[in-house]
């Protein structure tokens, strides 16, 4: 590369951010791209279904603002043949739409006139920026649940919710880094924040698999590696306290319909993974809850605080039976299932469950353990199925007298994340609970669905302290009658796990419910 060209780079490098819109999007190769010829199957769909059949048949994928095109807006277009420009004007219905490629992506953006002045994305009044997308698996084409989303090199985040969907707001200042979206058995997908403020973006995760020769070669001892695990534990983790700012949801379904719902901003004193005993701390920073009423259809059941039971959760700090396998005698077998990768790393897949011969309802899951420094990144459980009815009063802090409640299945996920300094931090935590409702004197039953699920959007190393006692929030309680003000600004400016389809028009549409 001659003297010039590196300084060309170099000057085209800078000015990125600056003019993201008017230059990148005209890079080499448009045409040929643009060019191509596509199947359009379908007459009737939503814009979304339509850029779809495009993207899968070209291998590129759409970024655009959802203020610019509308997902659910559904279009008419005749079955034909296209090209790529053509079937993106006619499913759009804007002929002035501008397009262009950035690397396996089109981008779809609204035309720049000639003479409005180049200005920097960030403006004065420091804008954060919004991110949103879904996450994909490449090869299935299916979409990603709780993959981990965040800015590199920081500890602000969040998750994908059920249906694959994220929304990460960023502040201003950290423009120049890359959000990096990573999964346990993908390779990490990673892209730079100028480039997907107020954009809809599509990441394909590719699935990593990792050769049969391999996994024999590493064949390892499992509860060698959980001793391990343990032994390390001090290294991998905190040795000293921090605050974790999380997002907290739990929910009450009956009947598939969404009844209750509370949200809420949490702050938590996290105490050193060295300290033996319990002594984390909240602190209520905002709260909201959405509840449908339904006459016909109520169920007096309060769930015992998910969030006492997510500080439970944080399963290496409070080490439970399962993972304890030194000077006892266990009740779990053991056995080294597999090995895959989160993030660029090794993991080994060890399995557990209960003993054949105890009777009673104890656990079974995967733990997801870092082949280098045995650190646990993940771990997926539940109680054992085959017992799960003996488990029902475990979990129902107030009982309805015209109701009889059976716990069904109840299971759990909870993930690490290792911070710049290799220091794992708790991540996400999600718990589902499933009971069969029976009404007295009803012949049938129905579904009832409880859960909960917590986020890590911030950790802060410095200056950490307890909460004074009148801060602290009660965790035992009964979270949902918990008294609050609803403060609808804050809501539009925090990291959330961005709620599902149903779940978000139940918001929408209950707004006037929401307690104040």
Known sequence: MTKERRHTVRLFSALFVLLFVSVAIQAGGTDDVLSRLVKITTTKGSRYQLLRQVSDQTGYYFIYDSQVINNDEEVKIRKGEYTVRNAIHLITGNEQIKIGILGNHILLSLPVPEKA???PLTSPEKTPYVIKGMAYDRVSKEVISYASVGVS????GTVTNQ??????????????????LSHVGY???????????GKHIDFYLEPKIIPLQEVIVRAVNPVQVL???IENRKLNYSSRPVYLTTFYREAIEHKNKKLDITESVLKIYKQSYRTTVMTDQVKLIKMRRVFKKEATDTIFTKMKSGINTCLVLDVMRSMPDFLETRGVESNFTYTYTDITEIDGRRVYVISFEQKKEIK???YKGQLYIDTDNYALVEIRFEINPLYAEKATNMFLEKRSRDYKLTL?????????????????YLNHIRGDLEFKVKRNRHFFSSPLHIWF???NCRTDTENVNSFPREERLPTRNVFSETKHEYDADFWEHFNVILPEDELRQLIMNNLSEVSE
């Open 117 to 119: 002045p180049v200005t």
């Open 153 to 156: 090199g920081t500890s602000i």
């Open 163 to 180: 249906n694959g969907q994220f929304q990460l707001i960023v502040p201003d200042s950290l423009s120049h880094l890359s959000v990096k």
């Open 187 to 197: 390779e990490s997908s990673e892209y730079q924040i100028s480039a997907l403020n």
């Open 227 to 229: 001793n391990r695990m």
């Open 360 to 362: 009673e309802p104890l």
């Open 408 to 424: 069904r299945s109840a299971t759990y996920k909870i993930s690490y994340k290792p911070s710049s300094d290799h220091i794992y």
């Open 453 to 455: 699920e917590m986020v």
